[in-house]
């Protein structure tokens, strides 16, 4: 087997997934996270299609469903708090806005976490800062360890992946922002959810959220907003934070109480709602996989799929490729690309369907939320959910049936 050891950039949903599918392969993965250890933050990301078959072939199903959330669905809900429409957890077969089984990111990051083999190296609170490739493999730079030889790169690393950034070059048409800002944080629980993930809409597509927690005494917040690009620091957390609240001053429901939670949450995330999308994910022995090479955002609930069957298909292909990456990093792609389209595609209504502008517009979607399990916008939305089953995940077998 060719390139065994293999660096992974992220310890988020892709990188733990791939390190898994590696070692059950025969590799040797080290991966690097820049956070000093799992990072806990995020709301609920879905299992659904063929991610939750990933998670299934891992054994892990019952680690899932352990730290499953309870949740009845998603409501919409007036300035004072009233349901105005809603869409069970049970919709569309466990498969609908709110699916069957939603997890907390982090949660979710340390089930894959714990399922990685005994012995696969971890290397937290540092960062890639260069990758020169040559015949023979990659010699990798850190902020804090010292250089390091590996055959193959992964970079798993997000959003705004700093493998992409190296490997790749700047691509400023890459990621495409969509015109709207995203913030989750955790709150106390002093609004009564009664089990539902509650949303509520003002004018000027201004989105305030809350839903069930995991742990008593918690809930899970979030702020959306449309707006044109913002000039910020991402370090500058407390900027971001007066973002938000100043976006948010004069919206009703329980915004204000959430904005003040806002300012004390230390799992606090703000970041513009934008997909990746990129001609190639491999540059000679560099990948991209996941958010890092195809964010899709959250608004298709697909984001957590793709990394899951990312990391499957990536894994598999190297092995099948007996760790030729030419010829694995190609099969990757071809295999993946099919399924990654149609996941980018955005539900209908796009931005606006989750963050309408106009009091109209709101009405407009609140209604077609109370037609969405029926004639005629039944079929168009169950298409939306059922991409996340869109791809035949090939068998590759395991290391023992490999060597046999
Ligand atoms: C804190 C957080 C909260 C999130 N919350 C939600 C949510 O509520 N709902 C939702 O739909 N999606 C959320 N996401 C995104 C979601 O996890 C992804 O869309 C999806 O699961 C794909 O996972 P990924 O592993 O590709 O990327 P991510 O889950 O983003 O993981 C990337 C990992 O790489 C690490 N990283 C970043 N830069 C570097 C670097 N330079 N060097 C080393 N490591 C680096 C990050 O710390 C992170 O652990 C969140 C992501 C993060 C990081």
Redesign the pocket.
Known sequence: MKNTDILI???????P?LAYWLREHGFRPTV????PA??P??????LRGAGRTVVERMGLMDDARAVALDQRGIAYVDDDGRIRARMGADAFGGEGIVSEIEI???D??EVLHRATPPGTEYLFD???TGIAQDDDGVTVTFEKSAPRRFGLVIG????????RTIAFGPQPQAVRPLGCYIA?FTAPADIDLDGWYMMHNAPGGLVASARPGRRPGEI?A?FGFRSDPIPYDRRDVARQREIVAERFACVGWEAPALVAAMREAP?F?FDAMSQVHLDRWSAGRVAL????GY??T?LT?L??S??LVGAYVLAGELAAAGGDHRVAFGRYEEVMRPYVVEAQKLPPGGVGGYAPLSRFQIGLRTASMRWMTRWPLRPLIAAQFAKAGNIALPDYGRAASLSS
């Open positions: 950039s992220g310890a988020g949903i892709a990188g997934a690097v996270e820049r956070a799992l990072r933050g995020g709301q609920a990301v879905d907390l990111r982090g979710l990051a540092d960062t890639v798993a690393d997000g959003l705004h992946s700093a493998v989750w899970k979030g799992d995330a996989l996941g958010d890092a964010c899709p959250p609930g984001g957590t793709l990394a």
